[in-house]
């Protein structure tokens, strides 16, 4: 088969992805989730040789033969590709030398061409190839000729995890991250600390994760486990996206640094904030904001000296204002954008919202009134609302999670334009590593559906259950412990988990 | 330390336990999940060496070394007594040498006695000791002074696994009889087949399963299978109670076997009901006999003439009475004793209730009032109704499974003695190997422990909590993937799972 791509990749994320596979054959292909803005396929099927089958630069291609980033997922979707092929025969070292001795050789006619590709565009290629491979009953590899015209409809598609509540092992994350890329989620914002626990070994404050950790050895994120979250995550086209919440949510951080929670701790922001900035790479950073008691600062006899000595009376929400300009302000000064939790928008109303660029909108209730409140105010949104998936529910509530419509409230394009996305969040009180797969997926599926697809296309829940069925199972092969939707079963049901 | 039984244990089920455990030391004892009817702890610890540590047999214990059942509850028990020394450094054979040299040599000072044992004396009273000792920081054992007196509140405690809506693995299955035997549930409700699926192989219609299971090869329970389960079940202390539920559920029979699902089905029962009668050798049968769809039977002809030939006239409950009749009798012709869902006791208020013996009441709203009914008429029962823990509610909702009193209801203390139990039930609706141990564990064990300790000493939700979060750890430690209860960690968190 032969992608040719006509169009370039716009800049990461709005990118236009075309992958066009000829050869087809008579079985039809069950469907890609999350849907493609277009596809065709034929009743065709091409059968696939594992023996021969190569990926290969285009000739047009900006980056050749080499570039390890690519390689990287080549080998990573041959495996998923041919999952039996792979399974007991190869070893990885072995799987290595052959997949570059089919780049170097690439044996006809079965080659895979992806042209000026970029991340985005690579990740969810080979995501979407890899999904309309199929085997018939004797193992036997196929693929319909198929055309696709494919972009994401939003360009925030987040998972948070929370790593406070419970603390979730490094591999816990990274197989989530593998979830992630299936579904074609792009930012994993990583709810690192928060009042239960500090996990993350801070360079600057040791002390942090030592006395705020629940154990300061078992129970952290030392510096080259977030190293190797993030590269795991950029070989799979995902941002991470740190959160530092404050100035609530920081019980944990006053064990390790007994001056910390103090009435205005600005003096040792700088320097913490410096080191989130340069050890998380990503040009955004979550600084939280939300849920601050106020009830708190108002019994503290320092907090009230402050005030009266900056002239803000009693007026607790100009404190915290004052608080949040001051970590934007400090964020910007080291180049990067700030993300905050909509209580600070809603804080803000009185005392200007100049500082803030992006909201995360989060309560219940109308959120879309919210977001469109925030939008008017010429900011952008994150919406989170409609996707805690962590509330309680049955597993089949999927459907809750799919029919949500971002954009249906009263407002102008431009309005509509700075919705940029939406997450779905994983909140850690009642969720460790025991339970976080099943929980997670496949519903997390159905939002990521909802912020890449073409809503007009995936409006029907009825038309995306079984599709949703099948993606399921292919998450449960690829060893992602998804849980089931209904009754029934799946091909190759345990094999993975 | 020494193990001084006093008193006989009563046959099987209303079983007497007494373990009295000399030396201790300073650490208090977490505690114990079920709540021993009597424990009183000593704050002096003594030190355990799983070097020298043996299991012996007492004196004047019926059964000597040699015994198999309890040869192996040894083995396993000094396993999950010792988890740090048996981890990596015993091979499964070398460990079991070294058990049976123990065993002969019996060094002093620490044997462990326990004498005239019975299956749950046995069980239960190694699980109760093994949740007393713990590790301090260094890694050593420790248990302190203990005097328990113990026996279950109820006979029966149960747990149902459906593994018609989805298969479950055999070794889901075991793993399950593990975390039970750790809760003192004795009962196994395998709820085989139903309408979706018929997984069990039988031997006298090999069709059913060859057509009604989900995948006639991989998706079944042998012969094999199923004695592989009695056996592990019966190694634990529990007892296998297979339910092929009929007239109504049983939609998968009628795939494999085309002439079963006819208007009166009488003539291919009985060889049916001796197989199973043969090979589940427990003296209890499940009839189910819930939700029969009298709209279908109605638009039969055949029914409906063969109901004019009974002189039945359109009186449809009547019809499911005179089959619930044929097939108890056939089952107590077996001599089994049968158990029936509650709608069986609901439709036979007509035609008498002579023939049944136990009732599974499973209805919500005010199932205490069924309970009490049922009783009054002279049945006994087992109650099911605030224990179905597939419906959907956060973890933490197990306070909901511990706050049930089953005999609050107005009645004499004969009815409160025909309540033999209770039953958790798990329904497969959406409920797979992926999410089934997570929903199940430790939400089970609030069940478990309402149906074996003592309801006075064990009403306070608050008091029970610290308890329970202990008793998960010590699951999660024995690998058994138990969900959090709330905000926290265990010590040894990952390690098992």
């Known amino acids: ?55 290969d630069y285009g000739k047009h291609s900006a980056t050749q033969q080499g570039c390890s980033l690519l390689d990287a997922a080549f080998r990573r979707y041959f495996s998923l590709i041919f999952p039996d092929y792979t399974a007991g025969r190869w070893t990885e070292e072995f799987l290595k030398c052959q997949i570059s001795a089919f780049v170097v050789t690439h044996l006809p006619p079965i080659n895979l061409y992806l042209n000026r590709y970029m991340c985005v565009c690579l990740n969810t290629g080979l995501e979407t190839f890899s999904q309309l491979v199929y085997q018939d009953d004797l193992g036997s590899y196929f693929v319909n000729e198929t055309f696709i015209e494919d972009f994401p409809r939003f360009q925030f598609r987040g ?7 419970h603390y979730l092992p490094v591999h816990a994350i990274l197989k989530t991250l593998d979830a992630m890329s299936y579904s074609k989620f792009n930012v994993f914002h990583w709810h690192i600390v928060d009042d239960p626990s500090f996990p993350y070994q801070s360079r600057s404050f040791p002390e942090l994760s030592k006395k705020g950790a629940f154990h300061p050895a078992t129970h952290v994120y030392t510096q080259s486990d977030v190293r190797r979250v993030i590269s795991y995550a950029r070989m799979r086209g995902i941002r991470v996206l740190p959160e530092f919440d404050s100035p609530g949510h920081t019980g944990s951080w006053g064990k390790g640094q007994s001056d910390l929670l103090t009435p205005c701790y600005k003096g040792g922001a700088p320097s913490g904030t410096f080191e989130v900035t340069s050890v998380f790479p990503d040009s955004y950073i979550h600084l939280g904001g939300d849920e601050v008691d106020f009830s708190c600062w108002r019994s503290n006899p320092h907090v009230r000296a402050f005030m009266q000595k900056m002239g803000f009376g009693g007026d607790f929400p100009k404190l915290e204002a004052f608080y949040i300009e001051n970590i934007v302000n400090i964020t910007s000064a080291n180049n990067k954008t ?5 209580d600070v928008f809603d804080y803000h ?19 879309l009134c919210k977001v469109r409140q925030v939008t008017k105010a010429g900011l952008r949104v994150i919406l989170a609302s409609p996707w ?21 409230f009263p407002g102008s394009e431009k309005q509509k334009r700075l919705v940029i996305g939406g997450e779905v969040c994983m909140w850690g009180e009642y969720v460790d590593a025991t339970n976080l797969f099943p929980k997670l997926w496949p519903r997390a599926s159905a939002a990521a559906e909802r912020l890449w697809s073409d809503e007009k296309q995936t409006s029907s829940v009825e038309k995306a259950f079984p599709r949703l069925e099948d993606f399921r199972c292919k998450l449960l092969r690829r060893g992602i412990q998804a849980g089931p939707l209904n009754v029934g079963h799946c091909k190759h049901e345990y094999q993975g988990v």
Chains 1, 2 share one sequence.
């Open 1 to 55: 088969m032969r992608a040719v791509n006509t169009k370039q990749c716009a800049p990461i994320i709005y990118a236009l992805l075309q992958l066009i596979i000829f050869y087809a054959g008579l079985n039809a292909v069950k469907g890609v989730w999350p849907l493609p803005h277009a596809l065709t396929s034929s009743v065709e099927q091409y059968p696939l040789n594992p023996q021969t089958f190569a990926f």
């Open 159 to 165: 998972v948070l995890l929370d790593t406070s509540r």
């Open 338 to 342: 700030s993300i905050v939790w909509q």
């Open 349 to 367: 109303e009185r005392v200007g919202r100049s500082a803030l660029s992006v909201v995360e909108v989060w309560k219940h209730g109308c959120y």
């Open 388 to 408: 805690y998936l962590d509330l309680p529910g049955p597993t089949h509530n999927w459907a809750r999670y799919y029919t949500v419509w971002p954009l249906a």
